[in-house]
């Protein structure tokens, strides 16, 4: 994992908006007491959201605070997941998933629109919209290649169709989720290959109920 550093420019402070910082109680009621400091990545997750995508050093300081924990503590949590940014980002995320599914379903393309469009890697596009990372798995392998942005996913991707998604949000357009081969969840491309016997989605057939009858148990001394 390389370095992970604060940005050189932090805002004066932060604190938790009234409503969230009473999403945040709600968090640390979830675990006993004196445990408070276990609500460390999910208060953080909540500052970020707030923050505009980023982590900064007084919510740093804030949760240290929030949580009667050590600043050093709450440093190492949000140096160590990349889930957190320590710097600002554009008003879109764009994280590409270039791991094995992806790069060999054409991630790579991706990345050239990204630097086509966006500008070079972990740097904000001049408008100050984008902003693209690569990251790892992603969780949606068999819709590959795809990128999450904030906290959508677009799915079987290709450099037009990933290039329209990212004009679409440069226009302030709402672009497709998910697959944009227009897959439901992750089904076959093409005709099903398996469960297609009419039978199985007959109305009568599934309304009969199904009996079963258990085989006795073997008296004493029978084998």
């Known amino acids: 994992m390389s370095v992970r550093r604060m940005a050189k420019e932090q805002p004066e ?5 009234l409503e969230n910082l009473e999403v945040a109680k709600q968090r640390i009621a979830k675990y006993p007491a004196g445990k408070a400091q276990s609500a460390v990545i999910p208060l953080m997750w909540l500052a970020q959201k707030q923050n505009d995508g980023w982590v900064s050093e007084p919510a740093m300081r ?6 009667d924990m050590a600043l050093i503590r709450v440093y190492e949590v949000a140096t160590f997941y990349t889930m957190f940014n320590l710097k600002p980002v ?6 590409l998933c270039g791991t094995t599914p992806c790069w060999l379903r054409g991630a790579d393309a991706l990345k050239n629109v990204c630097d086509k469009v966006i500008g070079p890697k ?7 919209l984008f902003t693209w990372s690569e990251v790892e798995c992603l969780g949606a ?18 450099a037009k169709s990933f290039e329209e998604i990212l004009s679409h949000l440069r ?3 709402q672009p497709k989720l998910g697959s944009a081969r227009g897959r439901t969840s992750s089904e076959p491309e093409g005709d099903p ?21 258990p085989t006795p148990a073997p008296e004493s001394g029978e084998k």
Request: net charge negative; hydrophobic share 40%.
């Open 193 to 213: 290959t398996s469960l297609t016997e009419p039978g199985l989605y007959d109305p009568a057939v599934a309304a009969v109920p199904v009996t079963f009858t």
């Open 171 to 173: 226009d302030g357009r």
């Open 141 to 158: 392998c068999v819709n590959a290649p795809m990128v999450q942005i904030n906290d959508d996913y677009f799915e079987d991707l290709n």
């Open 62 to 67: 804030y949760l240290a605070d929030l949580l």
């Open 13 to 17: 402070n932060f604190a938790f908006t």
């Open 122 to 128: 972990g740097q904000t596009s001049e408008d100050g």
């Open 90 to 95: 554009g008003k879109f995320h764009v994280q």
